[in-house]
Nanobody, 127 residues
Framework: QVQLVESGGGLVQAGGSLRLSCAAS????????MGWFRQAPGKEREFVAA????????YYTDSVKGRFTISRDNAKNTVYLQMNSLKPEDTAVYYC????????????????????WGQGTQVTVSS
């Protein structure tokens, strides 16, 4: 069972940047699709971005396209979320998630498609 630990959250002004990291415990990290989700107060957890197991394909929700970049380093068992041009509406707890991939081109974008979750890291964007 893979364990995920997020880091890199914090308080930033609108227009600023943060980079989130998610370290995985499983040595077979490269067999997992990785995703980032977020949950704002009073809202359901929503999909943000996902990356295939090799890192060759990514997918983003519309509201973060052009501002966020997901990437991974399989040698370090880590996935990243670079967040630029942050907006107050990006304020949320950010979670990374992992799911074993059934194929090299597979991505998952729904909460219930992922079996493994981190504890979350708070991102707060002030206006």
């Amino acid at each position: 069972q893979v364990q995920l630990v997020e880091s890199g959250g914090g308080l930033v002004q609108a227009g600023g940047s943060l980079r989130l990291s998610c370290a995985a415990s499983d040595r077979t990290f490269s067999s997992y699709v990785m995703g980032w989700f977020r949950q704002a107060p009073g809202k359901e957890r929503e999909f943000v971005a996902a990356i295939t197991r090799s890192g060759t394909r990514t997918y983003y929700t519309d509201s973060v396209k052009g501002r966020f970049t997901i990437s991974r380093d399989n040698a370090k068992n880590t996935v990243y979320l670079q967040m630029n041009s942050l907006k107050p509406e990006d304020t949320a707890v950010y979670y990374c998630a992992a799911e074993r991939s059934v194929g090299s081109s597979y991505l998952y974008t729904k909460n219930d498609e992922y079996d493994y979750w981190g504890q979350g890291t708070q991102v707060t964007v002030s206006s």
